[in-house]
């Protein structure tokens, strides 16, 4: 299996700064790589499909980067509504594997 | 608006089977791809399997042959069996539409 190496596994930022998450692949994955937010008792939300594409209706401060093995997930300026849990998934080889998750909070 | 509700004993003792139902609306089974996944208390993840609009499946090997997944097209439902748990199995069980769209998750305790 594909093991995903996110980082960091917690982030505390304050309103306004320009925060980015990791993931790191233990093989070449292309671009096949997607990030999801999810926010305490809510569904994991579709933020960025292959590696850089975003999902409609997700605001323009979230971008995705990467490909190969390194992916980065980078919101421009933090906003309040952004605390949540943010993990990658690998969709390049089955089985589709996913990284640890971050735990962004506000400082 | 594509809309997934997981729904299921919250409770399975060891040795037993797992089922679990994911009621679909706003979008047909019949088309895309419909997974299982599951989080395990510390927050790992696992992509479980899923079910094509077909109705072909893929599971993830570490399963082996403990898993299903099925569907029942005429109402919108795809389902997960998953056999001989144990304590291990604990997890919030989350469905979705591959990739998009997920349910909100149930919680199934494996004990005795």
């Known amino acids: 299996d594909i093991q995903m190496t996110q980082s960091p596994s917690f982030l505390s930022a304050s309103v306004g700064d320009r925060v980015t998450i990791n993931c790191k692949a233990s093989?070449?994955?292309?671009?096949?790589l997607n990030w999801y937010q999810q926010k305490l008792g809510e569904a994991p939300k579709l933020l960025i499909y292959n590696a850089n594409s975003l999902q409609t209706g997700i605001p323009s401060r979230f971008s995705g980067s990467g490909s190969g093995t390194d992916f980065t997930l980078t919101i421009s300026s933090l906003q309040p509504e952004d605390v949540a849990t943010y993990f990658c998934l690998q969709h390049n080889s089955w089985p589709w594997t996913f990284g640890g998750g971050t735990k962004l909070e506000l400082k | 608006e594509v809309q997934l509700q997981e729904s299921g004993p919250g409770l399975v003792k060891p040795s037993q089977s797992l089922s679990l139902t994911c009621s679909v609306t706003?979008?047909?089974?019949?088309?895309?791809?419909w997974g299982w996944i599951r989080k395990f208390p510390g927050n790992k993840m696992e992509w479980m399997g899923y079910?094509?609009?077909?109705?072909?499946?893929s599971y993830n090997p570490s399963l082996k042959s403990r898993i299903s997944i099925t569907r029942d097209t005429s109402k919108n439902q795809f389902f997960l069996q998953l056999n001989s748990v144990t304590t291990e199995d604990t997890a919030t069980y989350y469905c979705?539409?591959?990739?998009?769209?997920w349910g909100q998750g149930v919680m199934v305790t494996v004990s005795s």
């Open positions: 079910i094509s609009y077909s109705g072909s499946t």
């Open positions: 093989q070449n994955i292309n671009r096949y």
């Open positions: 706003g979008y047909s089974i019949t088309s895309n791809y």
């Open positions: 979705a539409r591959v990739p998009r769209e």
